[in-house]
């Protein structure tokens, strides 16, 4: 199986702490794959390791095969990965088509930035209807749409998304799930780092359990959700 992305050995950390302690995983090429594991085991480190913001002590991250350990988020963004961070991280004030347009920012073709953002409006409706609102009057879940067009409008082959439903009600989750299925049956590649474990597990293929910066388990998301020692761990499991 193709892998779009493979960590190797990764280490990394802020200051002298190191959070990732050695972290291998691969990222089959135009599929889901969700990493879930408690709080600080440091998810959300591995996917700012993948998008650049933060350059490994050691190890090394190659995209297609390539070494691109180090690289910045921009040259990252140049490759085609994108990142819907786990904070909401709209600008609340700007309307909501501005928001998206940021999305394009390293792009100087306007005409391909103005065709981009037609058609992710119009497979995202809110983000059409709501166009002229600022990005802060929006429900939890319509931001979280109008963050994942934002990350679309480079068109990226590889997303990589930070709890994008958290906090969110049953059926802006669902609708969060649904983008992502699709996105994957467009055959693009899927990280994507869940609290929800059950929930991430169901739409991803493969799922990887992050446990104290090291990769516990990995394997077919069907396996992981069947498995004794992750229901016991972190699906709370009676
Ligand atoms: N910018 C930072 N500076 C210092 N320490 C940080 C920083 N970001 C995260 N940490 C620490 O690194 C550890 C791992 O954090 P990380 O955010 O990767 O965990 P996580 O698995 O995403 O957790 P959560 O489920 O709460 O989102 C935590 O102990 C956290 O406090
Ligand atoms: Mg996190």
């Not at 931001?143 to 409008?153: H, S, Y």
Request: with cysteine.
């Amino acid at each position: 199986m193709d892998a779009v992305l493979e960590l190797r050995g990764i280490v990394a950390g802020y200051g002298q702490g190191d959070i990732l302690r050695g972290l291998d995983l691969d990222v089959p090429a135009g599929q889901i794959t969700c990493i879930i594991g408690p709080n600080g085991s440091g998810k959300s480190t591995l996917l700012r390791v993948v998008s650049g913001l933060l350059a490994p002590r050691s190890g090394r991250v190659l995209f297609s095969g390539q070494d691109v350990t180090g690289s910045s988020p921009r040259a990252m963004l140049d490759r085609g990965v994108a990142h819907v961070p786990q904070e909401r991280s709209l600008f609340p004030a700007m309307s909501v088509w501005d928001n998206m347009l940021m999305g394009a920012f390293i792009e100087h073709d306007r005409d391909s930035v103005a065709r981009r953002a037609a058609a992710i409006a119009e497979r995202f409706p809110i983000v059409a209807r709501r166009r002229h609102d600022p990005a802060g009057s929006l429900s939890g879940g319509e931001q979280k749409t109008v963050e994942i067009a934002r990350a679309l409008m480079l068109d990226p082959p590889v997303l990589c998304f930070d709890e994008p439903s958290v906090g969110l009600e049953p059926r802006a989750r669902r609708a969060i799930f649904e983008i992502l299925a699709e996105l994957s049956r467009d055959g693009r590649s899927v990280l994507l780092v869940e609290q929800n474990a059950r929930s991430g597990l169901a739409v991803a293929a493969n799922g990887a359990v992050l446990d104290a910066g090291v990769v516990r388990l990995s394997g077919p998301a069907a396996e992981l959700r069947d498995s004794p020692e992750v229901a016991r761990l972190y699906l709370g499991a009676a």
